[in-house]
């Protein structure tokens, strides 16, 4: 069968053209048939170039990892021996055959692919071609490694710190006991763990040492005691302290940090293990992220117009300000931005400016000294040092607080600020990337916005289109989202009715891509059998519209305080209590629940 009449044979042709995924297909000969879009943007080549050879599309597989779909293609036609010779390191060895390595690309490029291969088959069952996928996972693979890397860094850091760092868990008992505790009380760490942490604790203290690590205490903040305390040596010998005790809770279980510390060392030992930290949460965060720049699926013109904007601009240190609707992918953009950027070896850090009070988001943005508020109990990082050398991506932007824009506006003007209730001026080196659903050249107008602020973040604004606004890409987007819910629920889900995606092509969408997202996740847990069926939803999106707007004032914000107090567990006072978090006084939120009748049970 020549290659012409193989291609109109291959029902898929179409589907394998748009997917949002690199493809290609052989035919018996090796010969390329196939090479869609998402391959010529993989590989830089253009299928024009590619179609009908058997050389040029093979430059970025190494001897040690030879072409997946020849290996299978010749395992076919016979060569069972040099398919489990050559590929003996592969994950399965089936129709479908997967691996995953570096491959170098033809411009140079080293990229982590995850590759599978399958074979196509004519009626008579004969094998006629194979299809190749590649996916691009070399984000996620860099951010394991620097994970690992952090990992080994806090790890190290634990071992050479100057000051003994003890963890001890509900019974009092040693978990952790690191290099400079074994210097300080003379012990070695197998034979302190397991310990009772009274064991190195001078008698007299006892019971106010039990005070500072009661584990019936409700409070989470950490308390620092800078006098009063006195330990004992493994020979009795009992010596000074201070110490900071930090409660934590992980897998359920709870467990308190103790820090004895010689003043003159604490202030770097805590500096360099509180960045470390938080580097390893966002490296987590990102690693963890369902989203990969890569998969920003979409067969839309107006789409594509705007990812070659994101690319044009990903290359240069110009601000970015992404608009539109919410819902629509901005944080992806945002993301890709990053990851098209010579900042991409950099973590890129990101913001929510909508969740956080106004007092608390300029603490976040740019840290806070200690003492700087109440709560404030040692010195923080705020997000811009945590991103210096690659991107910080501020959401909801028009949230900020008018203190926060000047700040912002400087940091944007002169690349330096200081930390809340500090002196000492930081330079920094930080790409800004803002979005908003807002619009914000009429938050000016009204004087809710700076308008210096405003024209320093739309040097290149980028208008990301709503869900209608792209009615092809809704059908792409259902089948991309169909299986990694019916994976993660354990269906068998393989397609979606006609009538189904008739409905979801007819609904408007108000809550764009993240509700088409969540409407398939809902649809997979309720299917049975091998087709996904969607009832049409205008009727009932619409009396969920009109219940919201029949609601009073009053039952909003009842609704929004009691949801405020049960994630504080009803406390109202302090850094992390419900006033706090709602932004009003102590005294003033306890009368506006008696107002409202809010009583806790």
């Not at 992404?322 to 992918?329: I, R």
């Not at 953009?333 to 890129?348: C, K, P, Y």
């Not at 604004?461 to 991309?480: G, K, S, T, W, Y």
């Not at 049975?528 to 009727?539: E, N, R």
Request: aromatic share 6%; proline share 3%.
């Amino acid at each position: 069968m020549n290659a012409n009449a193989l291609t109109k044979n291959l029902s898929a042709e179409h589907l394998l053209q748009h997917m949002p995924v690199s493809a290609f297909v052989l035919n018996a000969q090796h010969q390329v048939i196939i090479w869609n879009k998402a391959c010529e943007q993989l590989t830089g080549l253009e299928a024009a170039q590619i179609i009908g050879t058997n050389q040029h599309w093979r430059g970025f597989y190494t001897e040690k990892r030879p072409c997946l779909a020849d290996l299978l293609l010749d395992s076919t036609l016979g060569d069972m021996d040099r398919l489990y010779e050559q590929a003996s390191d592969f994950n399965s060895l089936s129709d479908i055959c997967h691996t995953e390595n570096w491959c170098l690309m033809p411009d140079g490029r080293r990229l982590y692919l995850v590759i599978d291969a399958g074979t196509i088959c004519n009626e008579q069952g004969v094998v006629i071609a194979i299809v190749e996928t590649q996916r691009d996972r070399t984000e996620q693979r860099l951010m394991m490694q620097a994970l690992s890397e952090s990992e080994q860094r806090i790890s190290s850091i634990l071992a050479s710190a100057m000051d003994a760092i003890i963890t001890v868990n509900q019974q009092h008992e040693i978990s952790l006991f690191n290099s400079a505790a074994v210097r300080i009380f003379g012990c070695a760490a197998d034979f302190a763990i397991g310990l009772p942490i009274e064991r190195f604790i001078a008698p007299p203290c006892h019971a106010l040492f039990k005070q500072f690590i009661s584990f019936d205490n409700a409070t989470k903040n950490q308390m620092w005691v800078s006098e009063g305390l006195s330990a004992r040596r493994i020979s009795g010998e009992e010596f000074a302290i201070e110490a900071t005790f930090s409660p934590l809770e992980t897998n359920g279980q709870r467990f308190y940090t103790i820090i004895l510390r010689d003043v003159n060392d604490r202030r770097m030992a805590e500096k360099k293990l509180d960045k470390l930290q938080q580097e390893r949460g966002y490296l987590q965060e990102v690693i963890n992220d369902d989203h990969n720049p890569s998969d920003f699926v979409s067969g839309s013109k107006i789409m594509r117009t705007v990812l070659e904007q994101i690319r044009m601009v990903a290359r240069t240190d110009t601000p970015v300000l992404l608009l539109g609707e919410t819902g629509t992918g901005k944080e992806l953009l945002a993301r890709s931005i990053h990851e098209f950027s010579d900042r991409r070896a950099s973590i890129m850090v990101k913001i929510n400016c909508a969740v956080l009070p106004a007092e608390l988001i300029e603490s976040e943005l740019f840290g806070h000294e200690k003492g700087a508020f109440t709560g404030a109990t040692q010195q923080r990082k705020g997000r811009f040092e945590l991103a210096h050398g690659g991107s910080l991506f501020l959401d909801e932007i028009g949230e900020l607080s008018p203190s926060a824009q000047t700040k912002l506006l400087r940091v944007l003007q002169e690349q330096e600020f200081e930390r809340v209730g500090g002196s000492e001026t930081i330079k920094t080196d930080v790409r800004v990337i803002a979005a908003t659903n807002r619009h914000l050249a009429e938050e000016v107008s009204l004087g809710r916005f700076r308008a210096d602020l405003y024209y320093r973040l739309n040097v290149f604004p980028v208008q990301v289109p709503a869900l209608r606004e792209r009615v092809e890409d809704i059908a792409l987007l259902a089948h991309f989202f169909l299986p990694r819910y019916a994976k993660k629920f354990g269906k068998s889900l393989n397609r979606i009715d006609a009538t189904s995606l008739e409905n979801l092509r007819h609904y408007a969408w108000p809550g764009n891509v993240r509700e088409l997202q969540n409407v398939i996740e809902r649809a997979v847990i309720l299917s049975q059998g091998d087709v996904l069926k969607i009832d049409p939803l205008t009727s009932d999106h619409t009396a969920n519209l009109q219940t919201t707007q029949l609601k009073t004032l009053e039952a909003v914000e009842r609704e929004h305080i009691l949801r405020t107090l049960d994630e504080t567990a009803w406390v109202i006072s302090g850094f992390k209590g419900a006033a706090a978090i709602l932004g009003m006084n102590p005294n003033t939120l306890r009368s506006r629940m008696l107002k409202l009748g809010i009583h806790k049970n």
